[in-house]
């Protein structure tokens, strides 16, 4: 049995965004967790987002990734958070959102909460290339209607069509 002590650096390693990844792919998650990005005491503008995956073999398995959030002056960081945030209801979670940056970070996870759609997930470089980055989110929705099916062939040779 392991000792508390044990158990909490593992709980602890989990939170940091370390302890688990998933395979590169795409994937039907929902995002099941999440916390601003605390260093050395100081709130920066970055989260950490914790994903399930809902179906497929990996179903069941997790994910912790970090989510850098720029300036909006910052025009080419800007372009790759919108591109991984694609997903998203960033317009009306922004707008709720107060202008103190660690609670607008905590509203912007409250408001991810619960979230469902499709993720891509790649894998980090560097320091990082053992924890999975985030490459893209797109709404479930689309994914969600099935496609159009043909009508059955008639095959009744007996029936005169009348």
Request: net charge negative.
């Given at each position: 049995m392991a000792s508390t002590m044990w158990e909490a650096a593992a709980t602890s390693l989990a939170k940091s965004g370390t302890a688990e990844s998933v395979d590169p792919g795409t994937y039907k998650v929902e995002i099941v967790g999440g916390r601003p990005l605390v260093r050395n005491g100081e709130v920066e503008r970055a989260l950490f987002l914790d994903f399930e995956v809902l179906s497929g073999p990996s179903a069941g398995e997790s994910t912790s990734i970090y989510l850098n959030v720029p300036e909006p002056s910052s025009?080419?960081?800007?372009?790759?958070?919108?591109?991984?945030?694609?997903?998203?209801?960033?317009?009306?979670?922004?707008?709720?959102?107060?202008?103190?940056?660690?609670?607008?970070?905590?509203?912007m996870v409250a408001g991810l909460l619960g979230w469902k759609g499709i993720a891509e997930?790649?894998?980090?470089?560097?320091?990082?290339?053992?924890?999975?980055?985030?490459?893209?989110?797109?709404?479930?929705?689309?994914?969600?209607?099935?496609?159009?099916?043909?009508?059955?062939?008639?095959?009744?040779?007996?029936d005169p069509g009348f």
């Open positions: 025009r080419g960081a800007m372009f790759y958070f919108s591109k991984k945030t694609a997903g998203f209801p960033m317009a009306e979670i922004f707008a709720t959102l107060p202008d103190d940056l660690e609670e607008g970070l905590k509203g997930f790649g894998m980090g470089q560097g320091n990082y290339s053992d924890r999975n980055d985030l490459v893209a989110t797109r709404s479930i929705e689309a994914d969600e209607v099935p496609a159009a099916e043909a009508p059955a062939e008639d095959t009744n040779d007996d």
